[in-house]
């Protein structure tokens, strides 16, 4: 895979990623839903932390603003890094498999963290209103974004039976989490490495410096 269709690839990704993110937050207030199918909803979350909502803050002794600095910032250099090592596969003509993964990452981590340094001086806030893209009144400093996040797949809602010691009665749904395309993309090149792990990172023989 050359570096024209990995570009390709990651540009396809983040337009999707982003076209997605906007037609949400400029049709939704925040907690709206709509249901597709029974397992599939369009629910309109805002993502302040890390993976599943995670904040610093939550972990460490920070203010949630500095917390949410520091993951910005720390996004940051990781996708510098992350873009480092797909330019270096690339440059080593290292297989598809590794190539297309690590493509993956790199737009899943660059359409995120869009929103996390810029979504807030592009939209006001979402509270009880639809947001709109470009107001006079945004809701956060350049690098406070929140991610924003619509894909909801509740697979399996209903309840333990009452037999089931400690959880009978609760609530049970699976699929919990809601994600977006970026969180998709980052976690499918993530599977890639790790079920072909093997083929991704076979040496070749007489590699070719694109």
């Known amino acids: 895979m050359n570096f024209k269709k990995s570009l390709l690839l990651v540009v396809i990704l983040l337009l999707a990623d982003q076209l997605s993110k906007i037609y949400i937050k400029t049709h939704f207030e925040l907690g709206e839903s709509v ?3 029974s397992w599939f909803k369009i629910l309109f979350i805002e993502n302040e932390g890390a993976a599943w909502g995670t904040k610093l ?3 460490l002794p920070l203010s949630e603003k500095t917390g949410k600095l520091i993951l910005t910032v720390f996004r940051l ?4 890094g992350i873009g480092y090592w797909l330019w ?4 080593k003509n290292a297989n598809t498999t590794l190539v297309v993964a690590v493509s993956l990452i790199f737009a899943g981590a660059i359409g995120n963290i869009i929103d996390s340094v810029f979504y807030g001086q592009l939209f006001n806030h979402s509270y009880g209103q639809i947001a709109t893209l470009g107001s006079d009144d945004p809701y956060a400093g350049l690098f406070y974004g929140k991610v924003v996040d619509m894909l909801y797949f509740p697979m399996i809602d ?5 037999w089931i010691p400690f959880v009978g009665g609760k609530a049970f ?19 890639i490495l790790l ?4 083929t ?9 410096e694109k």
């Open 158 to 162: 209903t309840v333990w039976p009452d």
């Open 200 to 208: 991704a990172f076979e040496k070749r023989d007489n590699q070719k």
């Open 195 to 198: 079920v072909f792990n093997k």
């Open 88 to 91: 270096d596969i690339l440059r």
């Open 173 to 191: 749904r699976f699929f919990e989490p809601v994600f977006n395309i970026a969180d998709t993309a980052i976690s499918t090149g993530v599977g």
């Open 35 to 37: 249901e597709v199918f």
């Open 57 to 59: 803050s939550d972990i």
């Open 77 to 80: 250099l990781a996708i510098g």
